[in-house]
């Protein structure tokens, strides 16, 4: 049975628990990277690899969370990271991101705690993870927390949900606690351009 991109993007962003979701990525994986990059002109990897090359220490390992086929761990090495892993919730996600060959290891991780040791990593960085249905405002404290003191936490989200849906609160009190500060904050980049859906942006903060 062929699955329309409209019913793909209808799964995922309908999820209702992280199983669901997962299983909705499995389903999707094999079209993603046609979809995403052909059809939908998703631009992220690429803004948040261009973005967090600025500000972050190349050499040291940089942790793609909710990488998928691995996108932005192929933008990752184009901009010289040179020690790339991945984690992501999907089986079949997981797969097509390990051969595609860019990570030194991919885990395949249950949301909430990632296993992973504090400060284990010089940067962090989530492509389209932080929306609707997927990685909550609670990801951001444990990114900070498996982020080295002076590294880097960069994330691609919507204005939009970032207001409504609890993020900018969660980062603001981070901000609070001094665990980490803003660098920068990008202007509004292209969503999904054939569906002419609402912009991104970029956002890095610098772990303290
Ligand atoms: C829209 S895709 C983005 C994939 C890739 N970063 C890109 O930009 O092409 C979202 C990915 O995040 C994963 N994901 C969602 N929530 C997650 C979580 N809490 N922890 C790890 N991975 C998650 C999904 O399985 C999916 O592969």
Redesign the pocket.
Same mark, same amino acid.
């Given at each position: 049975m062929q699955i329309t991109l409209d019913a793909h993007l209808a799964r #995922?962003y309908g999820a209702k628990s992280?199983q669901e !979701? /997962?299983e909705a +990525?499995d389903l999707w994986a094999e079209s +993603?990277d046609r979809d995403?990059l052909e059809d939908l002109g998703?631009g992220?990897?690429e803004a948040a690899a261009t973005v967090l090359a600025a500000h972050a220490a190349t050499d040291a390992p940089v942790l $793609? %969370?909710? /990488? &998928?086929?691995?996108?932005?761990g192929e933008s990752l090495r184009k901009h010289g990271f040179a020690q790339i892993f991945a984690? $992501? !919730? *999907?089986e079949r996600?997981v797969a097509l991101a390990r051969a595609r060959g860019v990570y030194a290891a991919v885990h395949h %991780?249950s949301? &909430?705690a990632l296993p992973f040791g504090d400060g284990e990593f010089g940067s962090v960085v /989530? #492509?389209? %993870?932080l929306?609707q249905g997927?990685?909550g405002p609670e *990801?951001l404290a444990e990114w900070v927390r498996i982020t080295r003191p002076g590294g880097h936490i960069a994330f691609?989200l919507r204005p939009d949900l970032h207001e409504q849906l609890g993020y900018r609160h969660a980062a603001a009190v981070l901000e609070i606690e001094k665990k980490w500060s803003l660098l920068q904050e990008t202007e509004d980049q292209p969503g999904f351009r054939r569906l002419q859906s609402k912009p991104y942006r970029v956002w890095v903060y610098r772990v303290n």
């Open positions: #995922v992280p !979701l /997962a +990525y +993603y995403m998703w992220g990897p $793609d %969370v909710g /990488a &998928g086929t691995g996108l932005a984690a $992501d !919730l *999907s996600m %991780v949301p &909430g /989530a #492509v389209g %993870v929306t997927h990685a *990801s691609t």
